[in-house]
């Protein structure tokens, strides 16, 4: 009759296991986020203004790295060892075996002969750096440009050049701050 009787914990004892049990759910809720962060998603800041008008500086995006391959118009963030300490965000303009030529003086941007339709740039592309044109992408690699093209550093200068796709740290999916821009980029 009394087998299953059991005696009322402590309310000292109640409360550590309440309080071990909130610590759990924390250390697993940081553990979720770090992974989330390291394998899917991450937080980058845009620097400078060679992306106005789809950018401005200190917009911060959400990147990823799934289903990354860059294509032809994606937002990536990249970094360039031993080059620049920080990560660029730049549009991918021609990918691996694409021609890319730019004619500086009417500013338009050709990729395999076909001029880009681009409503996202600020400018014409009229700023020449030291790279000759027309060029070929090598396999692995990207072309990209700001879309502030006359104000931004990017594969037309050789210290850039074509970017090796193992150096893209990710695709900017959405923006997250300003508040007032939250949205995708």
Known sequence: MFDDYQPKETTGRAAAREICDWVEAAMMAVVCVVLLFAFVARISDVDGISMLPTLEDQDRLVITRMGMGPSHGDIVVVTLPGRYSEPLVKRVIATEGQTIDINFETGQ????????????????????????????????????????????WDSRDSRIGMVDNRHILGRAVFRVFPYRSIGVP
């Open 109 to 152: 941007v050709l990729v395999d002969g076909r001029e880009l339709h681009e409503p996202y740039i600020a400018d014409r592309t009229l700023l020449s750096y030291d790279m000759t044109f027309p060029q070929i992408v090598p396999d692995g690699h990207m072309f990209m440009l700001g879309d502030n093209r006359n104000n931004s």
